[in-house]
């Protein structure tokens, strides 16, 4: 099992570019979400989805889209990237109904200049 | 609204000097508090549960505790290989896709 997959794990974007975060699990999990990780603030929910084709808003939505056509994957869109979006992005996946035992991916990080 | 306030921001110990991490909750009803351990530049890695008041759970030098207000996470004879971030986080009853973290505690363990 690779668990939980990430790519990029760096990016620099310029202030106004779109791009995708991918995240992959294998370990067919129903619940999967993204936070960001800044310092200071502790993790915050950006998006989540309880399974395929179902997603739904966390925390810190705003300059986000996800979607989620497969068990598997669950990507993060920044559709006009912004300074205030540097970040570290972590995806995650568990079983629903066990949230506590999220598996966390290594990590995505964002620097938008 | 929910909230997780960890406490001190960051410990440096001793090999061996015990401790104890803090984590303060309010929450309308506590589905469940759980502790992580992050590595610098990976993914937090699950630690433990606590569902009720009085509830312990232990692993290694790792002891959690919970009462009806706040967590202890007590570290005994730490090592340097003990030295992380711990992150605690709370569900709700009745939030059943979330869960709201602390903002950690980085502990510096010394040979």
């Known amino acids: ?113 | 609204e929910d909230q997780v306030t960890q406490s001190p921001e960051a410990l440096r110990l001793q090999e061996g000097e015990s401790s104890s991490l803090n984590c303060s909750y309010t929450v309308s009803g506590l589905r469940g508090l759980f502790w992580y351990r992050q590595d610098p530049g990976k993914g937090p890695e699950f630690l433990f549960t606590l569902y009720s008041a009085g509830e312990e759970k232990e692993k290694e030098r790792l002891k959690a505790t919970l009462t009806k207000k706040e967590s202890f996470l007590h570290i005994t004879a730490p090592k340097p290989e003990d030295s992380a971030t711990y992150l605690c986080a709370v569900q709700a009853t009745g939030a059943n896709s979330k869960l709201t973290f602390g903002k950690g505690i980085t502990l510096s363990v010394r040979p």
């Open chain 1, 1 to 113: 099992n690779a668990g939980v997959t990430q790519t990029p794990k760096f990016q620099v974007l310029k202030t106004g570019q779109s791009m995708t975060l991918q995240c992959a699990q294998d370990m067919n999990h129903e619940y999967m979400s993204w936070y960001r990780q800044d310092p200071g603030m502790g993790l915050r929910l950006i998006h989540y989805s309880v399974g395929a084709g179902i997603t739904d808003q966390g925390e810190v939505p705003n300059g986000y889209n996800v979607s989620r056509s497969t068990t598997e994957d669950f990507p993060l869109r920044l559709l006009s990237a912004a300074p205030s979006q540097t970040s570290v992005y972590f995806c995650a996946s568990s079983y629903f109904g066990r949230l506590n035992e999220q598996f966390f991916g290594p990590g995505t990080r964002l620097t938008v200049l």
